[in-house]
């Protein structure tokens, strides 16, 4: 069982038909690229087109691919960047003035 097909598989349709993975039908071949199940594309269970051939091969050799990061991936990648780098200068900014705050009471007593 897996959620992400659905209780009853109902979402599980892949393309693949049983032989080699260099079998090529429409384009694609019988080999599905594991981004289709991590990334949101077109389709689920997306197959590697022709024109990735040497990615395919190098994942079937199990060689790391250079998959790339889709647009949005490397937007949101700078977004958490940022919000982190702000939330240590905001720890950063608190933290002078608790110190400002103890010296000045420390000088009045």
């Given at each position: 069982y897996e959620p992400i097909f659905g209780y009853d598989l109902e979402e599980f349709d892949t393309q693949l038909t049983p032989g080699s993975i260099y079998l090529?039908?429409?384009g694609y071949y019988n080999l599905t690229n594991?981004?289709?199940l991590v990334y949101d594309t077109d389709q689920l269970f997306e197959r590697f087109t022709v024109e990735q051939r040497e990615?395919?091969?190098q994942f079937a050799r199990y060689q790391q691919p250079d998959w790339g990061l889709p647009k949005m991936?490397?937007?949101l990648n700078g977004v958490s960047g940022a919000t982190?780098?702000?939330i240590v200068v905001?720890?950063?900014v608190l933290g002078v003035r608790w110190i400002l705050q103890q010296r000045?009471?420390?000088i009045e007593h």
């Open positions: 090529v039908s429409d594991p981004r289709s990615m395919m091969e991936q490397l937007v982190a780098l702000l905001y720890w950063g000045k009471a420390t």
